[in-house]
């Protein structure tokens, strides 16, 4: 029999081989060294593709993945543990995307403003002569500052915990002037002038001062104080660069917010893991539904950042009444989302998983509480 011109070239068409071994290839990689088809030496938009993939799983998948997060309370976790797990992104990999999104938006979105906020009544207080003086730059002072609360918002845990902080030091300090004025009044002294043009820092012991009244930790070695005396330092030196530009706090503090999240994740998974133990689930199927969870909440609060910055370039207007009411009805989807992905998730009755919700919801807002004061702390270090 004669052989057709198409059965002459399937003949003579060989499988491709390894550019390492020779090996004829069976998949993307070779069976036998293992090196990868594909190498450097291609298009640009090829690389940039998987890098894309292998880093947050993004291709087909997202668009499946985001519509489901958002609409269908605790569905991503269900079909994870039924082990549909190839057509939607990883939870690790959605949480660790969308909480860079956010946060990365949300420095863009939210401003304090050209103006300077002043956590210490831009010094006035310290320099007024008369307690009628003191009082009337007290209240303009925290007016500024709660001014600029209201500008925020409803932002991330822990975000507004700066702003709550200044308006205690602007009233503290407005008190020990008063003090100051009416002692010096008592004694028919003159009104004594300011010690210092910047932030005093007290913590119970007077003044600090990192010789004459540094910060001492009984059972700390000498060097764990010293180092400590050092970051208060730093954090004095950055209240003042903040009371000139707030953006540089808000900038601090939303970039170390991810970190925070990351941290207390698996404290939520071992709370979830104590509040169903008779459910007998292990501790990572509890850690894929805070991934959900948490996820879920980057996202709406993506939008309501977004919304935001709308709102501010569209100014007033219908359009962003609207606006503001689509972030009000995110804000209320939010706690209704969590409690009917806790119901369907975990199955129980709503008395059991009304209790649960209210007790997990409890201790993780005091957990979220703690970690946004040493958000704080370490953004006034470090920012």
Known sequence: MTDTPAASADASASPPACQNCGTPLLGPHC???????????????????DFLDSVFNLD?????????????????????????????????????????????????????????VRFDGDDRISRA?????????????????????????????????GFDTGIAAVRAR?????????????????????????????????????????????????????????????????????????????????????????????????????????????????LIVALHSHAFLCLALLGVFVLVALRRALGEGVVSTLLGWAETALFIWMPVYLLLMQKRVYGQGWFATLAKYCVLGTSYLVLLAFGAVGTVLASLVWM
């Open 31 to 49: 069976y036998a060294c293992g090196q990868p088809v594909k190498g450097l030496v291609r298009h640009f938009s090829s690389i940039l593709g």
């Open 174 to 286: 407005a008190e020990r002037r008063i003090a100051e004025l009416e002692r010096a009044q008592r004694r028919g002294e003159p009104p004594p002038l300011p010690q210092a043009d910047k932030p005093e820092l007290d913590f119970g012991n007077g003044p600090w001062h990192p010789e004459r009244n540094p910060v001492r930790i009984g059972g700390l070695p000498g060097f764990a104080n010293d180092w400590l005396n050092r970051q208060i330092g730093r954090a004095e030196k950055n209240i003042v660069r903040m009371q000139e530009d707030p953006s540089l706090f808000k900038d601090a503090l939303l970039g170390a917010v991810p970190s925070t999240l990351f941290v207390l994740l698996p404290v939520f998974a071992l709370m979830l893991k104590l509040a169903y133990l008779f459910k007998r689930r292990l501790y990572m199927e509890h």
């Open 60 to 116: 087909t998948r997202i668009v499946r993945t985001l519509g489901p997060l958002f609409a269908r309370p605790g569905f991503l976790s269900l079909q994870y543990f039924a082990g549909h797990r190839v057509r939607y992104v990883s939870p690790v990999r959605l949480f660790f995307f969308l909480s860079l999104i956010t946060f990365f938006v949300a420095q863009l979105a939210l401003d304090f403003g050209d103006s300077t």
């Open 129 to 161: 002569t008369t307690v009628e003086e003191v009082q009337r730059l007290r209240d303009e002072a925290v007016r500024e500052l709660e001014q600029a609360r209201a500008e925020v918002g409803q932002a991330p845990p822990g975000a507004l915990v």
